[in-house]
């Protein structure tokens, strides 16, 4: 009887150390996919922030003073800006459009369309995005002619598994570029 008590007591102390070695893989499991999710989402946003950056940097002029809204529910944002070395002025549109909504949250993804072709742009990871045009003192302003600024706000987050998100990556900017209203 004892040996069988023995042996039950053992069998029993070895599932338990079996689980818990289970359970902590896959919590490092979980925890790598995380980072690497963060990791991706870290590269989008820089590359979408890259882009903008490069945009508006060139800016000549704007055609509108805030978002405007779109037929699927999105809105846009246009202006004309050089690109690099290239003095052509091209229209820039970034369009927001909604691309779902995963545990609660909105989820949308960055359409860039460069005179009329869609030329680039964010995944379906953007959660809030805000563009708009501004005086010299960061006051909103009623007539492109008064633009000095443009204000640039986006936060991102990647959905991962059934329930959970990665934590969220905000970047925001101002630019001061020569605006000139051509």
């Given at each position: 009887m004892h040996i069988l008590l023995d042996k039950l007591g053992a069998a029993l102390i070895s599932a338990v150390l079996f689980l818990l070695v289970f359970n902590v893989n896959m919590r490092n499991e979980q925890a790598m996919t995380e980072t690497t999710a963060f990791y991706s989402l870290t590269q989008q946003t820089e590359n979408l922030a890259k882009i903008l950056r490069?945009?508006?940097?060139?800016?000549?002029?704007?055609?509108?003073?805030?978002?405007?809204?779109?037929?699927?529910?999105?809105?846009?944002?246009?202006?004309?800006?050089?690109?690099?070395?290239?003095?052509?002025?091209?229209?820039?549109?970034?369009?927001?459009?909604?691309?779902?909504?995963?545990?609660?949250?909105?989820?949308?993804?960055?359409e860039r369309v460069v005179d009329g072709t869609v030329s680039g742009g964010s995944s379906d990871i953007i959660t809030d995005w805000e563009i708009s045009a501004m005086n010299e003192d960061a006051g909103s302003i009623t007539d492109t002619d008064d633009a000095a600024q443009i204000y640039v706000r986006f936060e991102a987050a990647s959905p991962i598994f059934e329930t959970e998100t990665v934590e969220s990556i905000r970047w925001e900017s101002r630019f001061f570029p020569p605006l000139r209203n051509e």
């Open positions: 490069r945009d508006l940097q060139g800016i000549a002029s704007v055609n509108n003073i805030t978002e405007t809204s779109t037929e699927d529910g999105g809105s846009q944002f246009s202006f004309e800006s050089r690109i690099g070395l290239d003095t052509t002025k091209r229209t820039i549109v970034y369009k927001k459009v909604p691309a779902g909504i995963y545990h609660g949250t909105q989820f949308s993804s960055i």
